[in-house]
Each structure stands twice: as structure tokens, then as C-alpha cells.
């Protein structure tokens, strides 16, 4: 498995101005600034620490993200003077991860592993990951759970290619049910 997680990350860090900002584009043309921050990375003897304590490995594209930043948040909107107007992408850090897996009806299905959108989390299938299924990654919106058919760095590097847009919705929208949909 190739892990370009790093690569991803570069590329969006490129783009951020000095106030960790950028310009974005959504649907239909529209023109937000969105904010990019991330977290210093995560000592490895903290992270054996946690698969230990909870008898999983973690994948290896989501340990690459660690290594890099234990830790982010990517793609929240912000006003003109750069205040947090919420949206985006936040992946846990492990401590916030510990916290997460406290709610219940997160922690039934898997390690939830980031919070996105209005009330989605994306979680670590624990049982794919055991079995050695690559497309360990699911999300949960509002209460239904549903496999993305994905692993973590093909997310991450899906989110941000479009800008934050939820990608893993746009083939329930055809020609004939867009519109009736806005």
C-alpha cells in the first residue's frame, strides 16, 4: 500500500496563505475562505500505547498521518476576518479519539476518527481492519452508518482534491434528481 498522505498534505499546505487561508470553490461557483490548521505529530510509543489498550493496529495510511500530525483540521470555513464559521474536517487527535470513543453510539462501530459536516464522524471499521479489508473506513450521518468503500489516505486526499464537498455523495445526484434536490 503506497501512502501519500504526506504528498496530500504538501500539496494543500502550498496553497494556504500565511494565515494557514485559502480561497475555496463550492457548488454552483461559490467563493468561501476556508482555514487549514494541523497538530505537531504523535511520539510512536503513544500510538503502540493505544493499539494496545484497545487490541487493534491501526491502519498504516492513517499511522503515516500521525507521524506527520496527530491531529488537523481542514477546510473550515471562516468569515472575512477569519473567524471559524464552522464546516470542515476535523481528525481526531488519539486523546480526542479516547474522548470520542466514549460516546456509545460512536464507539459500537469501530474508532471514530473524525468529525465532519454537521453531525458525521467518520470511523475505523475495526472488524474490516481485523480481516484485513482495505476499505476499512465508514461514515456515520446523524444515526446511519455506512461503508465509503475507502481507507484513510484515499479519503483525506478525495476531501481535499474537492475542497471539502462531500465527494462521497455526488453519485446519488444524477441530471434528473439535481435540481429538484436544491
Not at 15 to 44: A, H, R, W
Request: hydrophobic share 35%; charged share 25%; net charge negative.
Amino acid at each position: 500500500m503506497s501512502h501519500f498522505v504526506q504528498n496530500t498534505l504538501s500539496g494543500l499546505k502550498k496553497l494556504l496563505d500565511n494565515k494557514n487561508q485559502m480561497k475555496s470553490v463550492s457548488e454552483e461557483g461559490e467563493v468561501y475562505s476556508v482555514s487549514c490548521s494541523f497538530n505537531p505529530p504523535i511520539k510512536t510509543t503513544e500510538v503502540e500505547k493505544f493499539e494496545s489498550e484497545h487490541d487493534i493496529k491501526l491502519p498504516e495510511d492513517y499511522m503515516a498521518f500521525l507521524t506527520l500530525h496527530n491531529g488537523a483540521r481542514i477546510y473550515e470555513s471562516v468569515d472575512d476576518d477569519g473567524v471559524n464559521i464552522g464546516g470542515g474536517l476535523e481528525i481526531f487527535s488519539l486523546d480526542e479519539i479516547k474522548e470520542h470513543q466514549e460516546i456509545e453510539y460512536l464507539s459500537e462501530h469501530g474508532i471514530p476518527i473524525a468529525h465532519l459536516l454537521n453531525d458525521c464522524y467518520l470511523i475505523l471499521d475495526t472488524e474490516k481492519l481485523k480481516g484485513g479489508d482495505p476499505n476499512y473506513l465508514n461514515i456515520m450521518e446523524f444515526t446511519e452508518l455506512s461503508s465509503l468503500n475507502l481507507n484513510f489516505e484515499i479519503f483525506l486526499d478525495r476531501y481535499i482534491i474537492s475542497q471539502g464537498v462531500p465527494f462521497w455523495s455526488w453519485p446519488i445526484y444524477t441530471a434528473e434528481n439535481y435540481y429538484r434536490t436544491r
